[in-house]
C-alpha cells in the first residue's frame, strides 16, 4: 500500500475513534464458539451473543483472535472486503451459502502493527473471515456493518507468548476496538458424544472439572495458572487435547484492567467435550 494511501486510511480510523470519550473502554471478549451450525441455528447460545451486543457500546472496529487461524510468525488481515471463509466440511448447503460481508480496515491493520513493539507483524491480504469469527460476529452485529480485522495465532509459540502479546493490544481498547477472541475453553472433538449432542448441558466429569477450574482462576484474576494449563492435571490434558481452541481465551484476559469486572455467560457443555463458556472484560 502506498504510504499516502495508510496515511489517508489512519486518518479517517482517528476520526471514527476520535469520536468516543476519551475515557470510553471497550469491553472485551472472549466467545466459546462451539459448532459452526450456530451460525445459522436459533439456540441460547446466539441469543446471548445478541444480548452482550446490545449491553456495550457499538464498536468502531472489531479485532478478532479466531482459533481457526493459526500461522507461523503472527499477521493481521489487511484488505479492504475480507472473503467470507468457510473453513468446515461436511454441513448443510444453508451453512455454505453464508456471507457475512463486514468490511475490513487496513487502517487497523497498519495501527495494530505499528502498535505491537516487541515483535514484527505481517500484514496479510489473503485470509479473510474464518468461521471462528463470522459465525458468532454475525449475530453480535447482524448488519455486517462493523469493520472487522482477524488476528492470528502463532502456532510455534508457548502460552505465555500469546498472553504477553494480547497485553499489548490493550491500547486499541480505549480507541473503541472491540477485541473478540474465539475458540473454546473445552474442546475435544475426539471425544464427543454425538448421540448426546442434543441433551442440556452434558458433559463428561473431566471436562465439568476443567471447566469449573478454568472459571475459577478466570473470576479470582489467577492468569498464571491458566497460562501454565499443561500443569494442571488429567482434566485440562482432556480439555485441550490441542492449544489453538484455548488459546483466545488467554488474549481475552490478558487486556482485564486492575478492577475491572469479569461475567461468565453460555456456561454451558455440549456433547461431553465441549464448553460454549464464554467471558465478558469490563
Avoid at 150 to 159: A, C, H, L, R
Avoid at 216 to 234: E, P, R
Avoid at 247 to 273: C, H, M, Q, R
Wanted: proline share 6%; with cysteine; charged share 20%.
Amino acid at each position: 500500500m502506498p504510504l499516502a494511501g495508510a496515511a489517508v486510511q489512519l486518518a479517517d480510523l482517528g476520526k471514527l475513534t476520535g469520536s468516543l470519550a476519551a475515557t470510553q473502554i471497550m469491553p472485551a471478549l472472549f466467545l466459546g464458539h462451539g459448532s459452526p451450525m450456530n451460525a445459522i441455528e436459533e439456540n441460547e447460545f446466539v441469543a446471548n451473543f445478541r444480548k452482550i451486543a446490545k449491553e456495550i457500546p457499538k464498536p468502531v472496529a472489531i479485532l478478532c483472535v479466531s482459533a481457526h487461524w493459526e500461522t507461523r510468525g503472527t499477521f493481521v488481515t489487511a484488505m479492504k472486503n475480507p472473503p467470507t471463509i468457510h473453513d468446515f466440511g461436511g454441513f448443510p448447503k444453508a451453512l455454505f451459502d453464508v456471507q457475512y460481508n463486514a468490511p475490513g480496515s487496513p487502517a487497523l491493520a497498519q495501527q495494530t502493527k505499528e502498535l505491537i513493539t516487541s515483535i514484527s507483524i505481517g500484514l496479510d491480504d489473503k485470509w479473510g473471515l474464518d468461521h471462528g469469527a463470522w459465525s458468532v460476529i454475525k449475530h453480535l452485529y447482524p448488519n455486517a456493518d462493523v469493520p472487522i480485522i482477524q488476528f492470528s495465532i502463532d502456532y510455534t509459540k508457548p502460552p505465555q507468548y500469546h498472553y504477553d502479546l494480547g497485553k499489548q493490544l490493550a491500547a486499541l481498547r480505549k480507541k473503541g476496538i472491540l477485541i473478540i477472541g474465539s475458540g473454546n475453553i473445552v474442546h475435544n472433538l475426539g471425544l464427543m458424544d454425538w448421540k448426546n449432542i442434543h441433551t442440556d448441558n452434558f458433559g463428561f466429569d473431566w471436562a465439568v472439572e476443567a471447566n469449573e477450574k478454568m472459571k475459577g482462576f478466570i473470576k479470582s484474576g489467577d492468569h498464571k495458572q491458566l497460562i501454565n494449563f499443561k500443569s494442571q492435571g488429567k482434566a485440562f490434558e482432556k480439555a485441550i487435547p490441542s492449544p489453538e481452541h484455548y488459546l483466545p481465551l488467554l488474549y481475552t484476559l490478558a487486556l482485564k484492567g486492575e478492577n475491572e469486572n469479569v461475567s461468565i455467560f453460555n456456561d454451558k457443555a455440549v456433547a461431553g467435550s465441549l464448553t460454549m463458556t464464554s467471558v465478558k472484560i469490563g
